[in-house]
């Protein structure tokens, strides 16, 4: 019997026994190609020898030192080399344990600085619906799945959500990509003006909708619409690429692809690639000036700030994939994965949408192509995916609620930034298998 309180109580689970590669084998010797690499966390794939040496060095050399004592030259390094690539104008990052956190700490961070610079009425966030920002009762405010919110809502900061930029379902026929993402841009625009946009401290967004809604990238001219508004009143821009960053996309930041930095950007999950749990928020410099300017204290921090074993683990990765140039792979496997996943599925009666950016691709599947209509939820289509994907020995990440946190079935790809033809190859073929399996079950 186990003693872990797991995600599903009596669901058997089966056990990691290792993982090198693509690859995680379980106690029972079968072999999975990990082609989410979890939830888009293991960027490099499993066991990198460079990492795994970097972390030896580390723990060899210094475990942990209280931030509130210390710094650590990891640490120092770390930040370097972050700031040194971030989208332009951004000075620091605060470093934490995860997205969640990370979250956290992005929304301190943005009403601490309204405070700073004596504009301390400023206290509503606004965010969209279907988005996911994390479980923490802060990143779970603002997060927009309806279904994850409604049990602990008496306990959640009120906050404000708009429309999601879903181009799949919510174009209008009548209006072109880029109308469409001047309509919402006017909504956000609508919402200030009615919470009074002295009052409004930032809008938070995924550049690329992640775990809720299946890589559903921006349309065309959306984020500099939204970049100008929050501009225009002096609100911040949070962008969350917990998921869609730190390369998974093809550009370092996601963002950069739209053309617009933001004043904080939150980044964890390709950051330390899942070698070390770690998160951080990239701070702009007029965010980190008003703090320098004013109290000069963040009234913030967790014990395990900036730890130097998931620093010396992040820091290794982050090279790694400057070195071996990986983002240029992310790019040509990234067409080469939607070049066959269009193959496979892109007359497949049950799949409406084939979307996403890089090696970030989501396939949204629905009951009725022609109408859109999705499964019924009871039927748990993308569960049913994952469990004949497992089966035939390939890990997606499997959602529901798609549309309205409720109905709608995707399942996500994410594979490591390493990852070759053949291999993508097989994934597709054997996806295609599990979903045909699933869907006649
Ligand atoms: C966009 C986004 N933000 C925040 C989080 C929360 O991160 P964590 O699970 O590390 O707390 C996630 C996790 O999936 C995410 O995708």
């Known amino acids: ?47 990198h020898p460079d990492v795994v040496a970097a972390m030896h060095r580390q723990i060899d050399t210094l475990d942990y030192a209280h ?39 992005a929304l301190k961070l943005a009403r601490q600085y309204f405070i700073e610079i004596g504009q301390p009425q400023r206290r509503h966030f606004i965010a969209r619906r279907q988005s996911y920002h994390g479980n923490t009762l802060g990143a779970l405010a603002v997060g927009g799945n309806a279904w994850r919110r409604e049990p602990f809502s008496p306990l959640l900061i009120p906050t404000h959500h708009v429309s999601p930029c879903y181009e799949y379902r919510d174009r ?29 401290i930032a809008f938070i967004a995924e550049t690329v909708v992640g775990a809720t809604a299946g890589a559903v990238p921006p349309v065309p001219g959306y984020f500099r619409h939204v970049r100008d508004i929050c501009s225009r009143h002096g609100i911040l821009l949070i962008l969350d690429e917990v998921m869609s960053g730190m390369g998974r996309t093809g550009t370092l930041h996601a963002c950069a692809q739209d053309g617009v930095t933001p004043d904080l950007m939150t980044i964890a999950k390709g950051l330390g690639g899942g070698f070390a749990p770690i998160g951080g928020v990239l701070v702009a410099e007029k965010v980190f000036d008003a703090f320098a300017k004013g109290s000069k204290t963040f009234q913030h921090g ?37 070049k066959r996943l269009s193959e496979r599925f892109g007359n497949h009666h049950h799949v409406g949408d084939i979307r996403g950016r890089g090696l970030f691709m989501g396939i949204e599947f629905v009951a009725d192509r022609s109408t859109k209509e ?68």
Do not use: W
């Not at 872990?4 to 990691?16: D, F, M, N």
């Not at 998931?310 to 400057?322: H, P």
């Not at 049913?384 to 890990?395: I, Y």
């Open 67 to 105: 931030t509130g004592f210390f710094s650590s030259q990891v640490a120092e390094d770390l930040a370097d080399h972050l700031v040194a690539h971030a989208p332009p104008g951004m000075s620091h990052v605060y470093l934490v344990s995860g997205g969640s956190e990370a979250v956290e700490t």
């Open 302 to 338: 967790h014990t395990y700030l900036a730890h130097p074993l998931s620093c010396a683990a992040a820091l290794a990765v982050q090279q790694v994939i400057q070195r071996d140039r990986l983002l240029d792979n992310v790019v040509s496997m990234g067409a080469h994965l939607k």
């Open 374 to 441: 999705p499964f019924d939820p009871a039927r748990k289509i993308n569960i049913r995916v994952k469990q004949e994907a497992m089966a035939r020995g390939v890990l997606i990440y499997p959602m529901g609620g798609t549309i309205d946190g409720r109905r709608g079935d995707h399942v996500l790809l994410a594979p490591p930034f390493t990852v070759d033809a053949t291999t993508i190859d097989t994934i597709v073929e054997r996806l295609g298998d599990a979903v045909d399996a699933a869907i006649a079950a």
């Open 1 to 47: 019997m186990t003693r872990l309180l797991h995600r599903t109580i009596g669901q058997p689970y089966p056990i990691a026994a290792s993982a090198k590669g693509f690859i995680i084998r379980d106690h029972d010797g079968n072999a999975y190609i990990d082609a989410s690499g979890g939830a888009a966390v293991s960027c490099l794939g499993h066991g």
């Open 172 to 200: 209008r026929a009548d209006e072109t990509a880029e109308e469409y993402g001047a309509r919402l841009a006017q909504e956000l625009s609508d919402r200030i003006d009615e919470l009074g946009p002295d009052n409004v």
